[in-house]
C-alpha cells in the first residue's frame, strides 16, 4: 500500500463477538483516521485520533494509536452483521494535517448473524 | 453534513473512447480534491491531487495524459480516461477537502465512487 499495512486481511465473527483490526503506517504522522467501505460504495469516516492522543471513543468504536511503534488499532465492541464492510486506516502524508491521504490495505471484516 | 456528489455511479463504455466522471462538493467550497482509484479487495491508490484553478498534481506512475482532471471551480472536479482500456476498469473515488476544517469537519469528504468497465 501506499503508507502502511493492516491486519488481518479478513476478519470472520459471530454477531456479538468483539472486531480487532491493526495498522500500521511507515511515517511520522499528524492523524490517523479509520474509514469504512461497503461493498462497491464510497468511503464513510469513522474516527480521527490525533498523534498527542493514545485513545479515542466513538460508540462502539475504540481507537488506540501507538506513536512509538508506528500502530494503531480499531475496537468494534459488539458488533453486528450490519458491521460487515471494509475497514482502512488513514494517514496524511508527511505528517501534514490535511495533506494526501494515504491508505492502508484494509481489512474485510465479515460478521456472521 | 458536507456532501460530495460523484456521477456517474458506475458506466460500461467501448474501448478506445474517454470517460467523464465529476465530482461535486454540494454544501462547501472544497479547494483540494484528491482522485483515487480502487480494485476489487485492494486499497485506495492516491492517483492525483487537484488545486482549483492550477494544473493538478499526479503520483508516481499515473500517467497525466490518460487521466486528466480539471479543477475549474471550488465546487467541481473533473477525471476523463482518455481512451479507455479495459485495464482502466477500476472503482474510482474523488475525496475532496475545503479549508481548515473540511467540509465535514475533519477535513475529507468522500464521493460515492464511479465503477467503471472498459469492455
Known amino acids: 500500500s501506499q503508507q502502511g499495512e493492516e491486519d488481518p486481511q479478513a476478519l470472520s465473527i459471530q454477531e456479538g463477538e468483539n472486531a480487532t483490526m491493526n495498522c500500521s503506517y511507515k511515517t511520522s504522522i499528524n492523524n490517523l483516521q479509520w474509514y469504512r467501505q461497503n461493498s462497491g460504495r464510497g468511503l464513510v469516516h469513522l474516527i480521527l485520533i490525533r498523534s498527542n492522543e493514545r485513545e479515542k471513543h466513538s460508540g462502539r468504536l475504540r481507537v488506540t494509536l501507538d506513536t512509538s511503534k508506528k500502530s494503531s488499532s480499531l475496537l468494534i465492541t459488539a458488533s453486528r452483521a450490519a458491521d460487515t464492510a471494509s475497514y482502512f486506516c488513514a494517514t496524511p502524508l508527511g505528517g501534514s494535517t490535511l495533506g494526501r491521504l494515504y491508505f492502508g490495505r484494509g481489512t474485510q471484516l465479515t460478521v456472521w448473524p | 453534513g458536507a456532501v460530495v456528489s460523484q456521477h456517474p455511479s458506475w458506466v460500461i463504455c467501448k474501448s478506445g473512447t474517454s470517460v467523464k466522471i465529476e465530482c461535486r462538493s454540494l454544501?462547501?467550497?472544497?479547494?483540494?480534491m484528491f482522485w483515487y482509484r480502487q480494485f476489487p479487495k485492494q486499497s485506495l491508490m492516491l492517483m492525483a491531487t487537484s488545486n482549483e484553478g492550477s494544473k493538478a498534481t499526479y503520483e508516481q506512475g499515473v500517467e497525466k495524459d490518460k487521466f486528466l482532471i480539471n479543477h475549474a471551480s471550488l465546487t467541481l472536479s473533473t477525471l476523463t480516461v482518455t481512451s479507455a482500456h479495459p485495464e482502466d476498469s477500476s472503482f474510482y473515488i474523488c475525496?475532496?477537502?475545503?479549508?481548515?476544517?473540511?467540509?465535514?469537519?475533519?477535513?475529507?469528504?468522500f464521493g460515492s465512487g464511479t465503477r467503471l468497465t472498459v469492455v
Open positions: 454544501d462547501f467550497q472544497a479547494t483540494t
Open positions: 475525496s475532496a477537502r475545503g479549508g481548515a476544517t473540511g467540509g465535514s469537519g475533519y477535513g475529507y469528504t
